[in-house]
């Protein structure tokens, strides 16, 4: 079973940036980053493909948040800029251990998940 561990997260101002990491315990396939704010539902953030890392955003964070991965390391990343107060929310990496290499942005489509990381961004 691949295990991940996050790293990141924190509170933060409007407009700063911050890089949330999460490494593998082994190999996998398609990665992502999903976030629940209170009183909300998880939400797809974003992915990206094992093979030739492609990626895929949600609207919400489109331009502004840049999902990376070190193959090598087992490890992706989320970097965020122009952090807004409806950012705030828990955050989840999630990976598919089945070693599906597709555009991935249902949870269902995940079988590992991260124990998430607060990000806390104040206006």
């Known amino acids: 079973q691949v295990h991940l561990v996050q790293s990141g997260g924190g509170l933060m101002q409007a407009g700063d940036s911050l890089r949330l990491s999460c490494a593998a315990s082994g190999r996998t396939g398609s990665m992502g980053w999903f976030r629940q704010a209170p009183g909300m539902e998880r939400e797809f953030v974003a992915t990206i493909t094992w093979s030739d890392s492609t990626t895929y955003y949600s609207d919400s964070v489109k331009g502004r948040f840049t999902i990376s991965r070190s193959n090598a390391k087992n490890t992706v990343y989320l970097q965020m800029n122009s952090l807004k107060p409806e950012d705030t929310a828990v955050y989840y990496c999630?990976?598919?251990?089945?070693?599906?290499?597709?555009?991935?942005?249902?949870?269902?489509?995940?079988?590992?998940w991260g124990q998430g990381t607060q990000v806390t961004v104040s206006s």
């Open positions: 999630a990976a598919n251990t089945l070693f599906s290499d597709g555009v991935l942005y249902a949870q269902l489509q995940y079988d590992s």
